[in-house]
């Protein structure tokens, strides 16, 4: 039997996505997203942050590449993944990171005015005419005509 390995997080990018490109022209971007809480105790209001290593892969990171940035809400959806690596001295480390297979930027329409619109992406390939955004390269682009804001 199979299990489930199934990440959801709600947070803010720290900082904007690092892009490599590895053997074969494949790309691979990195950041940290930041998730927040909060909660009363004894009286006080506590917020506890929690910092999580995102990673994406080829078309995903390209789009993430394009669209996201320092302090953007974002929503994402991925997989837990722990690798391990030897540090410069050759001890053995492990790193656990949030592989994403798909994002969904959030907030008011006016957040994305200046990046077009609101991105949704995902696994699917796809070309875009950069007039009406549709699609870009592995993932969706959805752009919102609505005046409304988005109900979160």
Do not use: C
């Amino acid at each position: 039997m199979s299990g489930i390995n199934k990440v959801i997080l709600v947070g803010h990018l720290g900082k904007d996505p690092e892009v490599r490109h590895l053997d074969g022209n494949v790309s691979v971007a990195s950041f940290p997203l930041a998730t927040s809480e909060s909660y009363n105790k004894d009286g006080k209001r506590i917020e506890q942050t929690e910092w999580h290593n995102i990673v994406m892969w080829r078309g995903l990171a390209d789009v993430a590449a394009k669209y996201l940035q320092k302090g953007k809400l974002v929503y994402i959806e991925g997989k837990l993944r722990t690798r391990s690596f030897e540090d410069k001295e050759g001890h053995k480390k492990y790193s656990t990171e949030i592989v994403a297979e798909n994002f969904t930027l959030l907030g008011r329409k006016t957040d994305f005015e200046s990046n077009s619109s609101s991105a949704t992406t995902n696994n699917t390939t796809a070309e875009a005419e950069p007039e009406t955004p549709k699609n870009l390269g592995t993932g969706e682009f959805v752009k919102d005509d609505d005046e409304r804001d988005l109900p979160f």
